[in-house]
């Protein structure tokens, strides 16, 4: 007897875990799949301007001492592109 109270009683509470969980997984899916399509436009900009910024550098290869040229250097270094 005591049980099966205990039971009824916490039944719409555990619906409403049910239900709040759903809600949470719903919108981890949604920002997952977002995610995954915006990584790869955000990678082929990165590319772009990578290569463009490689490019100029090399270009101007007589400003190799000054403090912006250091810094563009140090930044291509620290964006290693993967695939």
């Known amino acids: 007897g005591v049980h099966s109270s205990s039971t009824v009683m916490a039944e719409p509470r555990i619906r409403q875990i049910k239900i709040k969980t759903g809600i949470v997984k719903r919108y981890f899916m949604e920002v997952l799949q977002e995610s995954r399509m915006m990584v790869p436009d955000c990678r082929r900009r990165l590319s772009v301007a990578h290569a463009d ?26 964006v290693k592109l993967e695939g």
């Open 53 to 78: 910024l490689l490019q100029l550098l090399e270009s101007e290869a007589d400003l190799v001492e000054s403090e912006e040229y250091k810094e563009a250097r140090k930044v291509l270094d620290s």
